[in-house]
């Protein structure tokens, strides 16, 4: 299966409507908006913040070289990475939550 289509299937197991087709689309649930971009597909970053939050779903051996590249880039909006590996997925980096305070 190809990497935008499990990304795909993530999304939809999650309960997210799925908007648009090719590497990139909007994964829509409630009141939250992220716009998912599968890494093999298409090599660049998101360079607006189009977006408050953003997913990239990658495969293992990118994983790490795409989690450094965001951070160089520090890019105006939230982040997360998903790594598909077969039929598996996990969730390697995600934004950080609420702050509690004490």
Known sequence: MRLVEQARSIFAE???TIEGTG???RAERAWKVVH???VLETD???TSSAGQFHCFVAEPDD???LEDRLN???PA???AIIVVDGDEYQVERAP???RASA
Do not use: I, K, Q
Request: aromatic share 16%; glycine share 8%; charged share 15%.
């Open 14 to 16: 999650l309960g997210y």
């Open 23 to 25: 590497p990139a689309f």
């Open 36 to 38: 998912v971009n599968t």
């Open 44 to 46: 660049s970053l998101p």
């Open 63 to 65: 994983a790490d070289r």
């Open 72 to 74: 160089n880039v520090d």
């Open 77 to 79: 909006y939230e982040w």
């Open 96 to 98: 950080p939550g609420p």
